[in-house]
């Protein structure tokens, strides 16, 4: 019954191509949703986050897209470097609530 | 700034031992978040403080679960017994509100044996 879904455990992608990750999720009641980005031995680090008033947030390399009709978000690296190889975790909240988190997607950047 | 401090690190113990995990989080932060980390589960939310009140524990999955916080600069995990499948990797975050962007330390990996 998990709220926050990513369906991909895992994504290899070259280096200077894009990566898409994507999330699904299934309360309608969220608002707000983030990525993190987590590096073997380290916590997970905040990386980019969009409002369910918008639907594209954009910083620098990365952009998060949300379509709230399919209740899905994706998060875009262009150009991916290896240094973005790490595990991202999609999460999301509704008004007050703590953030639930997704499972994880790790991402692998191919020089 | 030192960010949210976790110790151990690294801990290895045997089924039946006592296990507690330590947190310090961010000066001035009034919320602070025990997750536990698993492939099958992701980062799965165990239990939050406010102002050092336990709110939601409805996360901790057994009794053998608990946790404290005694003062705002401090926070414990200690699982009692402990068993094999308690090997994870667990978290503490803390912020200054109950959503929003969350602060981790670099975790606890635990390994029941």
């Known amino acids: 019954d998990q709220q926050v879904k990513q369906n991909s455990p895992s994504l290899s992608v070259q280096e200077g191509r894009i990566s898409i990750l994507n999330c699904d999720y299934t309360n309608s009641m969220f608002d707000y949703f983030l990525w993190y980005k987590k590096y073997p031995a380290e916590g997970p680090t905040f990386l980019i986050s969009i409002s369910s008033i918008k639907d594209k947030n954009e910083d620098g390399r990365f952009t998060v897209f949300l379509n709230k009709s399919a209740k899905h978000l994706s998060l875009h690296i262009v150009p991916s470097q290896p240094g973005d190889s790490a595990v991202y975790f999609c999460?999301?909240?509704?008004?007050?609530?703590?953030?639930?988190f997704g499972k994880g997607t790790r991402l692998s950047v191919i020089a | 700034d030192a960010g949210v401090i976790q110790s151990p690190r690294h801990e290895v113990t045997e089924m039946g031992q006592e296990v507690t995990l330590r947190c310090k989080p961010i000066?001035?932060?009034?919320?602070l978040f025990w997750y536990r980390q698993t492939m099958m589960r992701g980062l799965e939310l165990l239990i939050y403080f406010n102002n050092n009140v336990p709110i939601d524990d409805s996360g901790m999955p057994e009794d053998r679960f608990s946790a404290k916080m005694p003062n705002a600069s401090f926070s414990t995990l200690k699982i009692q017994p402990s068993e094999p499948r308690d090997s994870a990797v667990y978290f503490c975050?803390?912020?200054?509100?109950?959503?929003?962007?969350?602060?981790f330390g670099e975790g606890s990996r635990l390994t029941v044996l």
């Open positions: 000066s001035g932060h009034d919320y």
């Open positions: 975050a803390s912020n200054f509100l109950s959503s929003g962007e969350l602060f």
């Open positions: 999460a999301a909240l509704s008004g007050n609530t703590p953030l639930v």
